[in-house]
């Protein structure tokens, strides 16, 4: 019994890992997003 806890620690702590993992790609996704976003609108300005 006493060999299944830091086993189980180390499982909580990789699917904590691999959860702050997805959640940073999550947030550079966004900040790609709206970095070309921005682009695109800064084109369209120097268009006018």
Not at 5 to 10: A, D, E, G, I, N
Not at 26 to 45: C, L, S
Request: no cysteine; proline share 2%.
């Amino acid at each position: 019994m006493a060999d299944k806890k830091p086993v189980q620690f180390t499982d909580e702590k990789q699917q904590l890992d691999e959860q702050q993992k997805r959640e940073q790609e999550k947030m550079q996704d966004k900040q790609r997003i709206a970095d070309e976003q921005n682009r695109m609108t800064d084109t369209q300005n120097l268009r006018k």
